[in-house]
Each structure stands twice: as structure tokens, then as C-alpha cells.
């Protein structure tokens, strides 16, 4: 789930009555073309991952799932890690 800051920008008249006027062509709204155009600024620049984060790799030496969890849903898995813990 996506989460929004409100905020406020200030920004020239004539751009704005502009991205207004492309907005109602494009039938969408201010924001949807203000957010459109900051991530390609920010992608252009390389300060947005397209990606998204990635976790490095982090086993230690494992040997893989235990057999006994194959095909176990998440429920069961959290159930028996937290076997004998009150």
C-alpha cells in the first residue's frame, strides 16, 4: 500500500494554467502529471532504483528449506518457529 504526503509547491503561473490545460486533455489529474513528471526527472538522474529495493543475498551457511517445510504455507512456518517459546 502506497502511502501520500499532502504538500504544497509553488510554481509559476503560465506552468501551471500549462499542466492544467494538458491534465483535462489528457483527462487526468494535476497530481497524476506532477507524479509522472518527477519520477522521470528522478529516473533521468539516476536517483530512482526501477527495480526497487533488493535484499542482498544473506544465508549462512544453509543447506537449503527443510524437507519437512516443503510446501508449507507461511502459518505453518511461523507456528513451528515459535515452538516452545511462551
Do not use: C
Not at 18 to 42: N, P
Amino acid at each position: 500500500m502506497a502511502s501520500h504526503m499532502k504538500t504544497t509547491i509553488h510554481i509559476a503561473d503560465s506552468l501551471f494554467e500549462e499542466a492544467k490545460k494538458v491534465a483535462q486533455q489528457e483527462r487526468t489529474t494535476l497530481r497524476a502529471l506532477v507524479e509522472e513528471g518527477l519520477r522521470k526527472v528522478l529516473r533521468d538522474r539516476g536517483e530512482h532504483r526501477p527495480g526497487g529495493f533488493r535484499l542482498k543475498p544473506a544465508s549462512f551457511k544453509g543447506r537449503g528449506l527443510n524437507p519437512g517445510l516443503e510446501g508449507a504455507g507461511w502459518a505453518s512456518i511461523l507456528d513451528i518457529s515459535y515452538e516452545g517459546r511462551d
